[in-house]
């Protein structure tokens, strides 16, 4: 079986562990106008259940 | 000897998946919406399609063949009686699956598949799209004109001669960008390469 041949050093572990980085997601404003709420896109509201733009939502929830 | 599907498998054995899937179909047809991972939606949705289908037809063999997959009678008896007239007229599309977001506990992405309850209307071809993407053709070519001409300008105050020259050559970069597109981006890098010529030639003036 294959084998690492050295110790990896503190460095080389806290510079890769360092790239390991949160991004905020991109929100959307929910399209009722009654919630107004951030939710993820292409996903229903969670505060109202709505999905879908303007013209045709449906409740989800 | 039978092949197993590509991608990942519901459940750990071929078996199990059938399994779920049956319940998830019964379920679907009982309750008419559920709620489920994603993936379990996406794999849901063809197998559920398949039986409305089935249902559709509505005699003894499809019933039969309904009732291999799902097991109980009194969910088949709804399908065949309540849920298939309401797609009488639906080619096909019966299931909607909506995300909404991953599941407290495991993260794991959640989704509603429902059956649809809206009467089907067919849609309406748009002919609006033909005349739209040939207008969309048209407007790019006197932008990169314009921009050519701008480029122009700016060597015609350091350089009367090149510019002179490059004016002949904008004539029939234009002459081009009237035939056709690929030509005329052509012109438009000739035209570039004049510029940065005509930049050293004033520099050195």
């Known amino acids: ?61 | 000897m039978p092949t197993p599907k590509k991608g990942a498998r519901l459940g750990g054995s071929p078996a199990h998946q059938r399994l779920i899937l049956s319940n998830l179909a019964t379920s679907l047809f009982e309750h008419g919406r559920i709620t489920t991972t994603e993936a379990k939606a996406r794999m849901l949705r063809p197998v559920a399609e398949r039986l409305i289908t089935k249902a559709k037809k509505g005699d003894l063999h499809n019933r039969r063949l309904v009732l291999r997959t799902i097991r109980d009678k009194g969910v088949v008896h709804t399908l065949f009686t309540e849920i298939a007239p309401q797609f009488a007229e639906r080619p096909g599309g019966y299931t909607r699956i909506t995300k909404i977001g991953p599941r407290k506990g495991d993260n794991a992405p959640m989704a509603v598949i429902e059956l649809v309850t809206e009467p089907y209307q067919p849609k309406q071809r748009s002919k609006a799209d033909r005349p739209a993407a040939a207008a969309t053709e048209t407007p790019a070519a006197p932008v990169v004109e314009e921009e050519v001409a701008e480029d122009t300008t700016a060597e015609d105050v350091l350089v009367e001669q090149v510019a002179a020259d490059e004016v002949a050559e904008e004539g029939d970069a234009t002459e081009a960008a009237a035939e056709d597109a690929p030509a005329e981006e052509t012109g438009t890098a000739d035209d570039a390469a004049e510029a940065g010529e005509a930049g050293e030639d004033a520099d050195k003036a």
């Not at chain 1, 050295?6 to 919630?35: G, Y």
Request: glycine share 4%.
């Open chain 1, 1 to 61: 079986m294959a084998v690492p041949k050295r110790k990896m050093s503190r460095s080389n572990t806290r510079h890769r562990r360092s790239q390991w980085k949160a991004v905020a997601p991109s929100l959307v404003t929910c399209a009722n106008p009654a919630c107004g709420a951030k939710h993820l896109p292409h996903r229903a509201c969670p505060q109202c259940g709505q999905y879908g733009a303007r013209a045709n939502q449906r409740p989800v929830l």
